[in-house]
T-cell receptor, first 115, second 114 residues
Framework: EDKVVQSPLSLVVHEGDTVTLNCSYEVTNFRSLLWYKQEKKAPTFLFMLTSSGIEKKSGRLSSILDKKELFSILNITATQTGDSAVYLCAVEARAGGTSYGKLTFGQGTILTVHP | KAGVTQTPRYLIKTRGQQVTLSCSPI?????VSWYQQTPGQGLQFLFE???????NKGNFPGRFSGRQFSNSRSEMNVSTLELGDSALYLCASYEGGGRVDTQYFGPGTRLTVL
């Protein structure tokens, strides 16, 4: 069965700090890994990673995937109070059979950024 | 493009009742996946539809069912509600054409079972 484990489960930092969120996974026939941000409502898409070693960046956020070691990290630099949210990591297996449309999520990391 | 929409946003039901939730995907998307989110279990996959066909189903009892219409809109139904069905129900849409693409989530329906 596919499995995703995120760490830490919660993190409290001050504005301006840099944080690293971790996601390790086990999935048969890996297709992609996705990061989402959830603030009391729908998860909003951050990144999709399919290739190992290629960093995706968006402003202060960046993410990279290591397919050999089966993990990904999400970095947030110069954190702001608006970054406070739950960050979810999910994996998708190659389409087919019991994999169609199914994202397997980790427990999430609760990030709290204090002013 | 308009995002994924879900109705209603909030629902309060009592045990034993049934409920129907609706999801309208992003225009052009043919696939809809449904998830249940609870504090204890996190986000769990319910089922996925593509072109009116259910292609995949998660490990939920038969009380949970769904369907998809020709315009790609989807509904899910929960019959004989139990207290443990209280959750945020999220749907996500994506193109579904077979290539790698991203699932975009709607705002969810918060179901409370009393």
């Amino acid at each position: 069965e596919d499995k995703v484990v995120q760490s830490p489960l919660s993190l409290v930092v001050h504005e301006g700090d840099t944080v690293t969120l971790n996601c390790s996974y086990e999935v048969t026939n890996f297709r992609s890994l996705l990061w989402y941000k959830q603030e009391k409502k729908a998860p909003t898409f951050l990144f999709m990673l399919t290739s190992s070693g290629i960093e995706k960046k968006s402003g202060r956020l960046s993410s990279i995937l290591d397919k050999k070691e089966l993990f990904s990290i999400l970095n947030i630099t110069a954190t702001q109070t608006g970054d406070s949210a739950v960050y979810l990591c999910a994996v998708e297996a190659r389409a087919g059979g019991t994999s169609y449309g199914k994202l397997t999520f980790g427990q999430g990391t609760i990030l709290t950024v204090h002013p | 493009k308009a995002g994924v929409t879900q109705t209603p946003r909030y629902l309060i039901k009592t045990r034993g009742q049934q409920v129907t939730l609706s999801c309208s995907p992003i225009s052009g998307h043919r696939s809809v996946s449904w998830y249940q989110q609870t504090p204890g279990q996190g986000l769990q996959f319910l089922f996925e539809y593509f072109s009116e066909t259910q292609r995949n189903k998660g490990n939920f009892p038969g009380r949970f069912s769904g369907r998809q219409f020709s315009n790609s809109r989807s509904e899910m139904n929960v019959s004989t509600l139990e207290l443990g069905d209280s959750a945020l129900y999220l749907c996500a849409s994506y193109e579904g054409g077979g290539r790698v693409d991203t699932q975009y989530f709607g705002p969810g329906t918060r179901l409370t079972v009393l």
